[in-house]
């Protein structure tokens, strides 16, 4: 089976470009959850949909960043634009629908100078 | 509120030798608890979770954890360590039907030869 996959795995930019990032989950999954990973801390929830509709978003920063899941699978979040702070990692995982255990993908390292 | 402490950052432990990693949580409802492990350029692989019946949960990699009720901790163990073991462990907490997790900041492992 497919895990979580993520792209681009690396992406430098300049502060006040934008940024997107691409989520494809586990086929099945209804759950899609993005997190914010800043070195030294756990990850942060960002947002999370179940199927294409926005369930908690209430960590967002919602002046620069925006998610959506058009089609109810694959997902798309972007940053703009972007600031030195929102240099972390961005991971994608994925869940069946009520179900406790997400799944994880490798994440996307963003660094902003 | 809600919230994950693992209280140390850093630890070394010989290979071969036993180790145990610590967390508490707190939390309103009944949580579910989570040990993830994280290499480096890589995302969260789930080692083991808790949500009832026996307090001692087995998992992947020959890691164990034990949920104490009275001390809110949920602690790693491992009997004996080695090299590939050396990554960062993140304990989280989340609902019982999906939502988000909670993660403390995480301790980092590394193993002497």
């Given at each position: 089976?497919?895990?979580?996959?993520?792209?681009?795995?690396?992406?430098i930019?300049?502060k006040?470009?934008?940024?997107?990032?691409?989520?494809?989950?586990?086929?099945g999954?209804?759950t899609?959850?993005?997190?914010?990973?800043?070195?030294?801390?756990?990850?942060?929830l960002l947002?999370?949909?179940?199927?294409?509709?926005?369930?908690?978003?209430?960590?967002?920063?919602?002046?620069?960043?925006?998610?959506?899941?058009?089609?109810g699978v694959d997902?798309?979040?972007?940053?703009?634009?972007?600031?030195?702070?929102?240099?972390?990692?961005?991971?994608?995982?994925?869940?069946?629908w009520?179900?406790?255990?997400?799944?994880?993908?490798?994440?996307?390292?963003?660094?902003?100078? | 509120a809600?919230?994950?402490?693992?209280?140390?950052i850093?630890?070394?432990?010989?290979?071969?030798?036993?180790?145990?990693?610590?967390?508490?949580y707190?939390?309103?409802a009944?949580?579910?608890?989570?040990?993830?492990?994280?290499?480096p350029?890589?995302?969260?692989?789930?080692?083991?979770?808790y949500?009832?019946?026996?307090?001692?949960?087995?998992?992947?990699?020959?890691?164990?954890?034990?949920?104490?009720?009275?001390q809110?901790?949920f602690?790693?163990?491992?009997?004996?360590?080695?090299?590939?073991?050396?990554?960062?462990?993140?304990?989280?907490?989340?609902?019982?039907?999906?939502?988000?997790?909670?993660?403390?900041?995480g301790?980092?492992?590394?193993?002497?030869?």
């Amino acid at each position: 089976e497919a895990g979580v996959a993520q792209s681009p795995r690396y992406k430098i930019i300049e502060k006040r470009q934008s940024v997107a990032f691409w989520c494809n989950p586990i086929s099945g999954h209804a759950t899609l959850y993005w997190y914010q990973q800043i070195l030294g801390q756990g990850p942060k929830l960002l947002i999370q949909f179940q199927n294409n509709g926005v369930v908690d978003d209430s960590q967002l920063p919602k002046d620069r960043f925006s998610a959506e899941r058009l089609k109810g699978v694959d997902s798309t979040l972007k940053i703009q634009p972007a600031k030195l702070e929102d240099s972390a990692v961005y991971l994608c995982a994925s869940s069946l629908w009520g179900a406790e255990t997400q799944y994880f993908g490798p994440g996307t390292r963003l660094l902003v100078l | 509120a809600q919230s994950v402490t693992q209280p140390d950052i850093h630890i070394t432990v010989s290979e071969g030798a036993s180790l145990e990693l610590r967390c508490n949580y707190s939390y309103g409802a009944t949580p579910y608890l989570f040990w993830y492990v994280q290499s480096p350029g890589q995302g969260l692989q789930l080692l083991l979770k808790y949500f009832s019946g026996d307090t001692l949960v087995q998992g992947i990699k020959g890691f164990e954890a034990e949920f104490k009720r009275s001390q809110s901790s949920f602690n790693l163990r491992k009997p004996s360590v080695h090299w590939s073991d050396a990554a960062e462990y993140f304990c989280a907490v989340g609902p019982n039907q999906g939502g988000k997790l909670i993660f403390g900041q995480g301790t980092e492992l590394s193993v002497k030869p």
